[in-house]
Nanobody, 127 residues
Framework: QVQLAESGGGLVQAGGSLRLSCAAS????????MGWFRQAPGQEREFVVA????????YYADSVKGRFTISRDNAKNTVYLQMNSLKPEDTAVYYC????????????????????WGQGTQVTVSS
């Protein structure tokens, strides 16, 4: 079992940047597909980005393509989400998740595929 802990959230003005971190413990993240999801008040938790075990493949939600970048450092057992050009509509609680299953567009973008979740970190973008 892997435990995940997000950090790095905060309040930022539109156009600014934040980098979220997801520190894993218990097991190495190299075993897992890693993803980021977000949930705004009153809305469903939605997919943001996922990265394959090999670190070669990624999927991004259209709403964040070109602005967000996921990366993983297996040596530090940490996944990062670099968020640039932030918009007010990016305001949400951001969750890190780990998936022990198969990589693919129909699974790795679905929250139901993920086995482990962090507690979330709040990101607020002011206009």
């Amino acid at each position: 079992q892997v435990q995940l802990a997000e950090s790095g959230g905060g309040l930022v003005q539109a156009g600014g940047s934040l980098r979220l971190s997801c520190a894993a413990s218990g097991r190495t993240i190299s075993r897992y597909i890693m993803g980021w999801f977000r949930q705004a008040p009153g809305q469903e938790r939605e997919f943001v980005v996922a990265i394959s075990r090999s670190d070669v493949y990624t999927y991004y939600a259209d709403s964040v393509k070109g602005r967000f970048t996921i990366s993983r450092d297996n040596a530090k057992n940490t996944v990062y989400l670099q968020m640039n050009s932030l918009k007010p509509e990016d305001t949400a609680v951001y969750y890190c998740a780990a998936d022990y299953g198969l990589w693919g567009p129909d699974t790795s973008t679905q929250r139901e595929s993920y086995d482990y979740w962090g507690q979330g970190t709040q990101v607020t973008v002011s206009s």
